[in-house]
């Protein structure tokens, strides 16, 4: 069966996974460093992501995956503040492609999960370039927690994905837990959130990408850090909701939700 005729079932839209990398899932090895520090680290981190990463990054996402972004404009007005970016998560890619088309030139670091730590060549491109890893040990959710916050500090952007698990050329939204959104609302920082559309392209049977970036979504005073969480993950829906709406995407992969009986 062709992809484009492919359908995915799915019972649980928080948690169920259709990642194609099938890659192992680890604990957080208990020496991985979630803070840059020391002279020599942060340059060789600053040369991997700027000089190595980000133009070659660029070129695959140009060719793989036709990525166009959608007022990147906003992004200028969080140029001197530390900020989250939050969104959907529909390709593989998306854990770098939002840093060289979005973000660029701030330095944007990744939460996720630890999967590329398994591979050999790709562990050492990953912490290079700014993987928070996610892990359920109350240990390393402390240090990624400390990590979140030393790089909001420095003004630096993170990525996020709200959705948690990938689900390939999705077409649709899916519901949003408020949890992710703490991290800006407990600093009282802005956040920004971005939607990946897929658009039908005549020379190629996978779809193409585009980005469409919101307008920032600052801090609201008036409200408690609680309620500004609340507010940062309907804000996001809404914009995810809208986009779709008003700008469409191509059904490349059908999902279909099973009944629980079967």
């Known amino acids: 069966m062709s992809k ?14 259709f990642a194609e990398t099938k890659l192992e899932r680890p604990s957080v090895p208990e020496n991985y460093v979630y803070i840059r520090k020391g002279f020599f680290r942060r340059l060789f981190s600053w040369i991997l992501y700027y000089l190595i990463c980000i133009p070659i990054l660029w070129i695959v996402g140009k060719i793989w995956v036709g990525t166009k972004v959608v007022n990147r404009k906003q992004v200028k007005k969080l140029k001197h503040t ?3 970016i939050y969104s959907n998560h529909t390709h593989y890619l998306d854990a770098f492609v939002p840093q060289v ?26 912490k290079g370039i ?13 240090k990624m927690t400390e990590a ?26 899916r519901p949003l837990k408020s949890g992710p959104f703490r ?15 897929w658009r039908k392209v005549w020379y190629s049977k996978k779809p193409k990408q585009t980005i469409y970036v919101s307008e920032p979504f600052f801090y609201d005073d008036k409200l408690s850090e609680h309620e500004n969480c609340d507010l940062y993950t309907k804000k996001t829906y ?8 008003k700008h469409g995407s191509y059904q490349y992969i059908k999902y279909v939700k099973k009944d629980k009986d079967e």
């Open 101 to 126: 088309f979005v973000s660029r030139p701030k330095r944007t670091n990744i939460l996720g999960y630890v999967d590329a730590l398994t591979i050999p060549v790709a562990k050492h491109i990953v």
């Open 82 to 84: 530390g900020y989250c």
């Open 238 to 245: 809404d914009f995810y909701c809208e986009t779709m709406a």
């Open 148 to 173: 979140i916050n030393h790089y909001l500090d420095e003004k630096e952007a993170i990525l996020i994905f709200p959705e948690a698990h990938i689900w390939p050329y999705y077409n649709g939204v």
């Open 183 to 197: 991290y800006p609302a407990l600093k009282h920082l802005p956040m920004l959130a971005i939607c990946s559309v």
């Open 4 to 17: 484009e005729n492919r359908v995915y079932e799915y019972s649980d839209v928080y948690n169920d996974d």
């Open 130 to 142: 700014g993987l928070i890893p996610v892990d359920k040990d109350p240990k390393s959710l402390i």
